[in-house]
């Protein structure tokens, strides 16, 4: 793989699909559009997912996370539904501005419907897909309805700057070439994307630290050497904590989640690749699950070890003299390695994905021990199949060892009320 064939557009189109994008929704979905109808969508959600924007999404990841580690005081054996929960929240947030208290149907009953319409045993597709598009829409409403109803208050700023809210000011002002289902996909597809693939990553991370629990203890030593056993961790602690920002990247590398590279691509034009001929149409898959495997980049890929992403400086701050996996070549994509995707196509979400991932395990790894299963065999391979993998079987013990942590729960219940309006103050798009 070269620097050149991950970025090159011409293997970044999709293939046509039957039941998945025609039968399904009409292609409605951002995953399955081929490249050329799709640059407004994407437009739209690099708005919704740039630099200045996630900023302002930290303050619920943070608020989301110290839910979670407080749901877990009450249900430690609960945690894969409660890291479900969390990331859902975290993307449904950014999609549509509200939160979600719990992945039962009563709760949130649009919800239901989008993830029972995901259910391939349940309907016909063509009714789950119809399923699916109602919700959406109705999603969109909601939202609508919601933004009438505060301008009619004289209180248009009480509706938080979702991208849901964000795509209906567009669409007032200008021109937005989608029809009506279409546009409603586009803060929908954040929600298919972003929760479970985030969510299995951090059922990878618990296997890890459990198969690896020389891991577990440095990144502990880390966080309370740096920032003490007294508070919470935050995103203001991240420069400091550069531990758990490669723990993130290593859990990245070990599983990734799309371990075939998801949804395929599609190649655009005839291209040579390293002596083979390539034709137009040509279905492409990258397969993640190979490249992050490859000692090229990763010697003893195998290994479970943060350590190889730390940066020179880090490791001299760490007192680390020498790293230990030096491969003869460098991965050539920004984040150093796959799992994210390539090309044009690459996961507009990364970096979204990246702070719920370290806010979530600088959380909890401040308030728990993450064991494993006593008597249990790991199996370190057994994974679901299917676009995306995670571990088959719950694998870990979350053993609170913070007690304070309770103290910082109900201020961040309070945050999440209210702060979300707060949160628009540090900055606009
Ligand atoms: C650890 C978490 C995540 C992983 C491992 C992941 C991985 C991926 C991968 C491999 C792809 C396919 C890229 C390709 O075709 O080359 C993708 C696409 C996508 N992801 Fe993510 N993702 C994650 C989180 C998120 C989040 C949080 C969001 C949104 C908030 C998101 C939104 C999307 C969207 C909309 C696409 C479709 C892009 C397109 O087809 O143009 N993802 N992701």
């Known amino acids: ?35 050329e109808k799709r640059g407004v969508r994407r437009k739209l959600l690099y708005q919704a997912l740039n630099p200045k924007a996630l900023r302002l999404y930290k303050f619920t990841q943070e608020a989301e996370a110290s839910r979670l580690c407080y749901a877990l005081i009450q249900n430690p054996a609960g945690w894969e539904k409660q890291l479900e929960r969390f990331t859902s929240s975290v993307v449904f947030c950014v999609a549509y501005g509200h939160r979600i208290d719990s992945l039962e149907a009563q709760t949130f009953p649009l919800i239901a419907k989008v993830a029972s319409a995901l259910a391939p045993w349940k309907r016909e597709v063509q009714a789950m897909g119809l399923e699916e598009g109602q919700a959406n829409l109705a999603l969109l409403e909601m939202v ?12 248009p700023d009480t509706v938080s700057d979702d991208l849901c809210k964000l795509l209906l000011d567009m669409r007032e002002k200008e021109s937005v070439p989608l029809s009506g289902t279409h546009f409603s996909y586009v803060p929908a597809s954040l929600f298919g994307a972003g929760s479970d ?18 891991v577990l203890k440095v990144t502990q030593v880390e966080l309370d050497s740096v920032v003490g056993t007294e508070r919470t961790r935050t995103f203001a602690d991240e420069a400091n904590l550069p531990y758990i920002r490669v723990l993130c990247k290593e859990t990245l590398r070990w599983r990734p989640v799309a371990a075939l590279g998801g949804t395929p691509h599609a190649s655009t034009e005839a291209d040579i690749y390293e002596g083979w001929h390539i034709p137009s149409d040509t279905i492409v898959l990258g397969n993640n699950w190979a490249i992050n ?37 460098i991965h050539p994509a920004k984040a150093g390695h796959s799992s994210f995707g390539l090309g044009r196509r690459i ?8 702070n719920s991932l370290f806010i979530a395990l600088a959380k909890l790894l401040w308030a728990y021990d993450i064991l494993p299963i006593e008597g249990r065999q790991y199996d370190i391979f057994a994974y679901t199949d299917g676009f995306n993998v995670r571990p088959k079987r719950s694998n870990a013990l979350f053993n609170f060892k913070a007690s304070s942590i309770r103290k910082y729960w109900r201020p961040s219940r309070r945050a999440l009320w209210h702060g979300w309006r707060s949160s628009r103050q540090l900055g606009s798009r």
């Open 197 to 214: 693939t985030t969510a299995s990553t951090l059922c990878s991370a618990s296997l890890g630290l459990v198969t690896h629990p020389g």
């Open 293 to 329: 495997f490859n000692e090229e980049y990763y010697p003893k890929p195998r290994q479970f070890d943060k350590v190889r992403f730390l940066s020179d400086a880090e490791r001299a701050r760490l007192g680390i003299d020498k790293q230990p996996y030096v491969g003869s070549n």
């Open 144 to 155: 609508k309805q919601e933004v009438a109803t505060a301008k009619a208050k004289g209180k």
């Open 1 to 35: 793989m070269s620097k050149s064939s991950i970025t090159s557009n011409k293997y970044s189109s999709r293939p046509r699909m039957v039941v998945m994008g025609e039968v399904y929704n009409g292609n409605s979905s951002i995953l399955t559009q081929p490249t």
């Open 347 to 354: 996961c507009p979400g990364a970096d979204l994905a990246a």
